[in-house]
Nanobody, 119 residues
Framework: QVQLVESGGGLVQPGGSLRLSCAASGSIFRVYAMGWYRQAPGKQRELVAAITSAYNTNYADSVKGRFTISRDNAKNTVYLQMNRLKPEDTAVYYC?????????????WGQGTQVTVSS
């Protein structure tokens, strides 16, 4: 069974930095696109950043220049480096990935990690 496990969330002051990690585990043949989404209270879940297996990236306009997505294919892990954090970045951040495993190719979500930006 494939799982995505996130880590790295927490409380940070405005202007600070956090690094999120998400590792895929289980019976995996290949991990395709990976990404980070977020959902703030009362709002819809939105794409923050995504990266293909060929390392092509795209970002939400609200995080361009502040967040960087990267991945380590050998570890089936995706990272989100978040700099110059703002209170409006407060949300639950979810990892997402398209994974080819023993049960075929499916889209998976992590359990979410809370990021709170507050003084």
């Amino acid at each position: 069974q494939v799982q995505l496990v996130e880590s790295g969330g927490g409380l940070v002051q405005p202007g600070g930095s956090l690094r999120l990690s998400c590792a895929a585990s289980g019976s995996i043949f290949r991990v395709y696109a990976m990404g980070w989404y977020r959902q703030a209270p009362g709002k819809q879940r939105e794409l923050v950043a995504a990266i293909t297996s060929a390392y092509n990236t795209n970002y939400a306009d609200s995080v361009k220049g502040r967040f960087t997505i990267s991945r380590d294919n050998a570890k089936n892990t995706v990272y989100l480096q978040m700099n110059r954090l703002k209170p409006e970045d407060t949300a639950v951040y979810y990892c997402n990935a398209d994974i080819w495993g023993s049960l075929g190719t499916h889209n998976y979500w992590g359990q979410g990690t809370q990021v709170t930006v507050s003084s």
